[in-house]
């Protein structure tokens, strides 16, 4: 798997396929309003959470930079990052 290199003091690992799906939302949640401002959590899962990035979106606003890493089937990586 290639994956861009970002400053690791600032990048935390989040593999939500080691968390239960009932859940999951609560936890990206938690782990994302515990960043501070240019912090990014990398995110993995096994299917693109497409209704989780509307309720982010609707959340976080502009605040959130959204960039995904890698989206095959099966594998999907999204950098999260909070901006301001």
């Not at 994956?3 to 080691?18: E, K, M, N, Q, Y």
Request: charged share 20%; proline share 6%.
């Amino acid at each position: 798997m290639n994956i861009p290199i970002l400053d690791t003091s600032t990048v935390h690992p989040f593999d939500a396929r080691g968390v239960a799906k009932r859940f999951r939302h609560a936890a990206i949640f938690g782990a994302l309003q515990s960043l501070n401002a240019g912090e990014t959590m990398r995110f993995v899962n096994d299917h693109d959470p497409l209704p989780l990035l509307a309720q982010l979106q609707q959340a976080f606003g502009e605040g959130l930079g959204i960039n995904y890493v890698r989206r095959e089937p099966g594998e999907i990586v999204i950098d999260f990052q909070v901006l301001g």
